[in-house]
């Protein structure tokens, strides 16, 4: 048999192997709805129950917030909200309003330690970044203080910022913003205590200033509540030279369209 036959023959073998070793895959572990455990007919997908259910953001929305509108008001219309206290980023988007399937999504992803779920999160936030993605320097997530990723042994937004990364062809900073002050968890605060308990949270890592300057930057997070995280990341990355910062989550908490 000729090299070329025994690498056709190999890539066969291997080919029938993967096949038989996916088969055995599904039957021990039946391929199911990430939403609610349904069987589907293949894994990583929706039922049409839950599917129906995940409610993205789309125009009309304001263009800095991207808090999205029950009606069209027009072009670059901003929210009150937007106009009142301006954030010290550019713009925010987000795939999703945080509810049903896609609070599950979430859910899992933080507490269930399913990163199996980050790359198809990744690949709807990708879609909602408007183009800043595409045209960013960096992509940066939201850290978290080595004392909560030694409890949690991964980052759900660096796991979303490195999907989003291979998706797009965008390179990722990972280490470049970092969380110099522990935190305490942001849920069950008020919006104000929110601000304070994040403020001087984040700093740039030594030597790595270059990074940031002059740049273009996506930071990336799982959900946006009020704001205060990814304001006091953003705000520090501008205080390092930043020239646009868009803040991009997976979801959105409210209730709905404005």
């Known amino acids: 048999m000729g090299y070329g036959e025994k690498l056709f023959s190999r890539g066969v073998c291997a080919s029938v192997l993967g096949g038989i070793a996916r088969a055995v895959a599904d039957i021990v572990y039946p391929p199911s709805c990430v939403g609610c455990g349904r069987q589907t007919q293949k894994g990583g997908a929706f039922c049409v129950s839950c599917w129906a259910g995940v409610h993205f953001i789309e125009r009309p929305y304001c263009e800095v917030l991207g808090i999205p509108f029950a009606r069209d008001h027009g072009p670059d219309v901003l929210s009150a909200q937007a106009i009142a206290e301006p954030p010290p980023f ?13 609070r599950r999504l979430v859910h899992q992803l933080k507490y269930l330690d399913r990163t199996d779920l980050a790359r198809l ?8 970044g ?10 940066i997530p939201v850290p978290l203080h080595r004392r909560r990723f030694l409890a949690r042994r991964f980052n759900q937004s660096a796991e979303l910022a490195r999907h989003l990364s291979a998706l797009s062809s965008r390179p990722l900073l990972a280490s470049t913003l970092v969380r110099i002050k522990p935190t305490s968890r942001q849920v069950g605060l008020s919006a104000r205590a929110r601000k304070e308990n994040v403020r001087g949270a984040f700093g740039i890592a030594s030597g790595r200033e270059g990074d940031v300057m002059g740049k273009r930057i996506v930071l990336v997070d799982d959900v946006y509540t009020t704001g205060a995280t990814v304001a006091a990341a953003a705000r520090r990355l501008k205080k390092a030279g930043a020239e646009d910062v868009t803040v991009l989550t997976f979801a959105m908490a409210i209730s709905g369209p404005i």
């Open 90 to 102: 550019e713009r925010l988007r987000a795939a999703t309003i945080h509810d049903g399937a896609a």
């Open 121 to 128: 999160m990744a690949s709807w936030m990708l879609r909602a």
């Open 130 to 139: 408007d183009g800043a993605v595409e045209a960013c320097d960096y992509i």
